[in-house]
């Protein structure tokens, strides 16, 4: 199958006859650099503006905002102090248990998402960049090492492979692994794009939106436009997982209804409660009512979830919905890099009462306390950990209202004791 | 941390270098109290002016220099994830 038998919205996955450089350069022609300093790199940030791109990695800022910003960074640092020029990374960490497209997309189109690294970079005039990975960085060496031979690498590229855990791929943690110190996340300002790594204004970009420039480089933001809606342009990756038929990556337009987001996956593989939108940073949606909802940032906000990185969970019937999320709860209070009182505290006494209130009996003292802890640990950290477990946590007792009456008057329920849904890694020191 | 003149002022609390050791809300009840853990909660929205020398003395009695004056408050946490 070739790329134009493909649906419209495969795009970033749209298949090629050979991932390596020379099946990408068939595919989509090299990719299209200007002189150094020209006004093409102008011209590439105002494309991306225009084409309304914004963050794959959970954040959903326009993308072309935070290059102008860089690069405006950049010239008012000026480039007599050494090192000079911008900094750009890749964020490719992906620590979102749930989520599995930035793998994906690495192993599918690497070529792509290192044409969008050397052409975002440029055009904001970084010297040097990092693509930081999860795993094996082995694989994605090679691939840099074969564009050198091409003359391809204009900027250089270092692949780092980054440590597990939740905050680990957090922008700022990411530059202060990169620093040489631990990966944890450090408090603002300066923002990054101010003064990141190596205290150079620094581009921090999800690869999934990396790859996008590099096809709007190519086909321009009109092209970019076609497919999703006018206020979130462009198609997005998704990872389906739970009880669908075929869990796994799909690429879909922006806006496509989630109940057909979940009909390629297979469709529910029995009957669904719920899905959790957004991933553990998102919320609860009632199965099927939300089939209709578009699935877009703006949607899934006014709707109490997240777009996130592009994650779907479907929680079927016969699972318990406090256990299930008093189990992230406990896995996300087990992440706190342990920097900031509030979190350090919070999460692990907001992870014990939701445990609580799934395989106890709350009485209306255990409920009032959760309810408070929420208000405790929101805004309270240097990242926004605690606001995540904070949101899904709140998202969880307006969703299952019913279910916490239950658990309330019975103790807990027999779906309790059913095999998780919601992925979560296992625990260091029990392999990998 | 610099603050314009004119600008209202707001309090924010470095959480990562906060160590709880309760100065402040010794010194600012008004505005600040303590969490169950003893970290401190900040009254959200400017300082009145007639508290301002207050919150700077509050400010200069953190140990850890984790209290912060400035006309950004809210603006001090950092960007979600990477997008």
Redesign the interface.
Known sequence: MSAADAPPAARLLAPLARPDLAGHLSAYGPPPFGPAGSADHEALIAAVEESGL????????P?GR?MRAVAAAGRRAGPLRSPAGTVL?A?GGESEPASAKDALLLSRAPHLVLDGIVLAARAVGATRAYLCVHGDPAPLRAAVTSRERAGLNRVPIQVAAVPAGYVA????A?ISFLNGAGAV?????P?PAERGLHRRPTL???VE?LANIALIARRGPAWFRGVGTAAEPGSVLVTVGGAVAAPGVYEVALGTPIGAVLEQAGGPAEPPQAVLAGGY?GGWLPLPGAGSLPLSARSLRAAGAALG?GVLVVLPAASCPLAETARVASYLAGQSAG?????T??LPALAQALGQVAFGQPGPEVLRWTRDLLA?VR??????LPDGAAGLVASTLQAFAADLRHHAEHGPCGRAARPPVLPLPRPPGSGS | ?TRRRGAPAELA????????HGMCIELLPELITA?????P?IAPGPVPAELLPLARRAVGACPTMALLLSSRGP?????????
């Open positions: 914004t963050g794959r990695g959970g954040g959903g800022f993308a935070k990374i964020n791929s957090q922008e700022t990411l996340p450090s408090f603002v300002p923002r921090v970009l999800n939106t940073f990185p920097q900031c009182g509030p979190c505290q919070g405790l805004g309270r950290g240097a990242c926004h | 941390m609390v470095n959480p990562i270098a906060c160590q709880a969490d169950p853990w003893g970290y909660l603006d001090l946490v950092t960007a979600p994830d990477a997008g």
